[in-house]
Every structure is written in C-alpha cells, then in structure tokens.
C-alpha cells in the first residue's frame, strides 16, 4: 500500500473519531415526541381540585395516596378524531358524566376506577374522546396500553422516591436520576414536572413523560421514553403532598 493511501485512510479513520462539531450536530436529526403519557400525584392535583368526586374523602389508604394516577395518554397535535360535533361540543362544556359510557372488559374497568380516580368524574370518557379516538384501536385498547405503563411506573424507582419523600419536597435532579435509574440513561430528559401553588406552597400534581414509537406493541417504557424528545423540566423542586386536604 502506497504511503498516500495509507495517509487517506488514517486522516479518514480520525475525522470519523473526532467529535461533532456545533454545525453537525445541529444537522443531526432530532428524536421527536410523539405521545405525552400524563400521570398524576392525586393528594397534590386533589389540594388544587378539592370539590372534584375523586378528591373528596380521599385517606392515606387509598392507592392514589401513594401511587401515581393515570391522567391520560395524548398523541402529539391531534384530537377528537372522527368525533361528531355535538359530543365534541358536549365534552368542551366539562359535564364528562353526560357523555356515552365506553365499553371495555370488566376486569379493565375495575383496574381503571382505582389506576384512574377521575373516572368518578367521567376523566376516561373524556380522555377517549379526546385522544384515544385518535390513536386506533378501542377504548379497550386504549386503556389496557395505559394501565400497562402506569404499572411499569409505579413499580420503578420514581414511584419508590415520591413514596418515600410524603410531606417533603423533591428536586429536579432527583427525579431525573430515578429516571435514569430505571428506564436508562437520559429519560429523566424526556419529563416534565407539572406543580401548583396551594397558599405558601408548591405541590406537585403530576408528571408528563414524552413517548415515540408504537406504544401498543411495545414491551416496556424504556424504549417508548429514550426514543422521543428532550424537554424543560419546568419545575425544579415541589411538595410531595400527602392524602387530605391541607
């Protein structure tokens, strides 16, 4: 091999070992958020929301006191797909209750009025219509994914911090490193703290946590969170509130 040709090649191997520069990594294409998966912190959303049904007389032993609650699972800038234009305007109005009951199996629906404590207030018909007729499938489908990721969650290191932090205050970096910790590195990148001031203090009420891929077929959070966006975290430090309104 000539010297020239090996010079080409050894230049070649060092341009592909050097690091991006600022330009290139701008030309990189980005990962893209394609679904927000909202969970709430019910004794935080209940301090802003007291008279709603699913906040009155809530006590330390239910689940939402110390689990995350299933808020809802939206596809990015899409909404009330194919919804006829009178219940479109009857869920604008907020009378959930009023709205057709959906249909899924017993054995879901059981799982959703403790997953999702709004049911009391009709938050799953809304929800349904809203986002899961844009998202294929049935409200069967529809919820059966959610309340598969809801689990994953709660059985993950961040569920294990909130739990274990009742009454005190939690920070940006920690929840991030939970993140980290069960779904891989960067996911806490990819959460947004949402937290609401209640007199003197800041609450959180929930997270939203950004998705891409086919949150159907997939086997697990992981892979649903690292593929998507990175996002502000917004709220860098809140209460973790306990059950009751304070």
């Known amino acids: 091999m000539s010297f020239l040709r090996r010079l080409g090649i050894t230049l070649l191997a060092a341009m592909a070992a050097a690091p991006a520069t600022a330009e290139e990594k701008a030309a990189q294409p980005k990962e893209k958020t394609e679904y927000i998966l909202a969970v709430s912190w019910q004794p935080g959303f209940c301090e802003t929301r007291p008279k709603r049904k699913e906040c009155v007389g809530q006590t330390a032993e239910r ?5 995350f609650s299933l808020h809802g699972l939206w596809p ?42 709004g049911t009391q207030s009709g938050l799953d018909r809304h929800q349904w219509l809203r986002s899961g007729t844009c998202q294929g499938g049935t ?23 909130f739990a274990g932090r009742l009454g005190g205050e939690v920070m940006e970096n920690e929840v991030k490193q939970a993140f980290d910790t069960s779904f891989g590195q960067g996911a806490g990148d990819r959460v947004r703290m949402r937290c609401q001031k209640v007199g003197s203090r800041s609450v959180i009420t929930g997270l939203t946590i950004g998705l891409s891929g086919d949150v159907a ?3 697990g959070l992981s892979a649903l969170i690292l593929a998507a966006g990175d996002t502000d975290f917004k709220c860098a430090k809140g209460i973790v509130d306990t059950a009751g309104i304070q």
């Open 76 to 117: 990015m800038k899409k909404s009330y797909c194919g919804v006829a234009a009178d219940i479109r305007a009857r869920d604008k109005k907020g009378d959930w209750l009023e709205l057709p009951q959906l249909a899924m199996a017993e054995d879901t629906a059981a799982r959703l009025l403790v997953a999702m404590p």
């Open 63 to 67: 689940h939402d006191a110390t689990h």
């Open 139 to 161: 409200a069967q489908d529809y919820f059966a994914v959610q309340l598969r990721l809801l689990d994953e969650l709660n059985g993950s290191a961040v569920r294990t911090l």
């Open 217 to 219: 077929a997939s086997s």
